[in-house]
């Protein structure tokens, strides 16, 4: 079992930058892979950026590529979000999830992810 606890929301002006960090407990963490989703008022929650257990392979929503990078420290047990020239769209809830890893884990796929943080909010602000 993993427990997952975000931090590092906040606002900011358009073009900022945030660091969201996702602290995990639980002895699975170093084989889960992980990812970052959002969900705005109103809109379902959407993927923004996953990496694997061993951080060997990232991936990105378009929205977000170029601008974000995620990260992963297995020694700390902890997960980065690093957030680039933000924009007003980006203005969502932020959550970190863990899942169990597999060969054909989709990363990209909220069905894929078995344990949720409790969110941090993102304001940008035009």
């Known amino acids: 079992q993993v427990q997952l606890v975000e931090s590092g929301g906040g606002m900011v002006q358009a073009g900022g930058s945030l660091r969201l960090s996702c602290a995990a407990s639980g002895r699975t963490f170093s084989s889960s892979d992980m990812g970052w989703f959002r969900q705005a008022p109103g809109k379902e929650r959407e993927f923004v950026a996953g990496i694997r257990w061993n951080g060997s392979y990232t991936t990105y929503a378009d929205s977000v590529k170029g601008r974000f990078t995620i990260s992963r420290d297995n020694a700390k047990k902890m997960v980065y979000l690093q957030m680039n020239s933000l924009k007003p769209e980006d203005t969502a809830v932020y959550y970190c999830?863990?899942?169990?890893?597999?060969?054909?884990?989709?990363?990209?796929?909220?069905?894929?992810?078995?344990?949720w943080g409790q969110g941090t909010q993102v304001t940008v602000s035009s």
């Open positions: 999830a863990a899942g169990n890893s597999h060969w054909n884990f989709q990363l990209s796929k909220v069905d894929e992810y078995r344990y």
